[in-house]
């Protein structure tokens, strides 16, 4: 056994290596545009060998062999979008999570700024900047240079405010600006009943490592959305958990299962969606 273990680790490592790019692969590009292309592709490919194998069809074989090295070319066209997303999530990849009191502080300030709209039934639509800039949609609103404090949140996405459509950046603490315009994802929603405000906070996501927060006007309930996944209708107590998960584990938060409980200590213990444009 040593000795096959000798002899043989290096294809472990390139086995665990493979297996490590082909899950990454799968999780930029599940639930896009670009995999169901991708899986109409492999299809249509498959079906063209089939037949040409079964029926000796010599023009489609050479065909497909010499498409072979287009069809890569053509692949990178059309994934640009998630392979852009994916490479900019890897870049900003980090192993370790370090949150000084201040940074405690502020996230109880926009929890209790958050469950105070939703008690009110006040739409509003935020992204907490982390290590990717979003200074491409903060020039799309009104710069600001604030502390972030549930009053302020509070006149700004009043109905009757002037900042009130569209979305809040905060950055280190700190409103950057308000009335952005996010990018809405290009993702075809299975819930028809998700307004822009949810679906623009999926597509910043989906484009940074920014976690939006939504607060639906007809409902008041209340969504966080980190890497293009949404949990939608979240309590109060979930929620505080939930940015606790995000903001102080060493490791990025996956979407739990349905019915699963985040049973983790809260250190952020307490101290019907409108869409951007009519319709």
């Known amino acids: 056994m040593w000795k096959f273990l000798i002899s043989h680790w290096r294809d472990g490592v390139e086995i665990l290596l493979l297996a490590a790019c082909i899950y990454q692969i799968y999780r930029t590009f599940r639930a896009t545009r670009g995999a169901q292309i991708l899986v109409g592709l492999i299809t249509i490919l498959v079906f063209l060998t089939l037949v040409s194998a079964l029926f000796k069809f010599e023009v489609i074989q050479w065909i497909i062999t010499r498409a072979a090295a287009v069809l890569a070319f053509a692949l990178i066209v059309i994934f640009q979008p998630e392979l852009r997303n994916g490479l900019a999530r890897l870049g900003s990849n980090r192993l370790f999570s370090f949150y000084s009191k201040r940074q405690l502080d502020f996230l109880e300030r926009f929890a209790d700024a958050v469950i105070h709209l939703s008690k009110k039934r006040i739409g509003a639509l935020f992204a907490i900047q982390r290590d990717i800039s979003l200074k491409e949609q903060l020039d799309t609103g009104v710069m600001l240079d ?84 949404l949990l939608r209708n979240l309590s109060e107590k979930i929620f505080r958990e939930k940015l606790a998960e995000i903001f102080f584990s060493s490791t990025p938060s996956h979407e739990p299962e349905p019915g699963q409980q985040l049973d983790r200590q809260d250190p952020l213990a307490a101290s019907g969606d409108r869409d951007l444009v009519s319709r």
């Open 146 to 229: 604030a502390r972030f404090s549930p009053e302020l949140a509070m006149a700004v996405f009043h109905p009757k405010a002037p900042l009130h459509d569209g979305g809040m950046i905060i950055a280190e603490d700190r409103v950057a600006g308000a009335a952005c315009v996010f990018p809405v994802t290009e993702r075809e929603m299975q819930d028809r009943s998700t307004g822009l405000r949810h679906r623009a906070a999926i597509g910043l996501t989906e484009r940074s490592d920014a976690v939006a927060v939504v607060v639906s006007e007809e409902t008041g309930g209340i969504s966080i959305c980190e890497n293009g996944v």
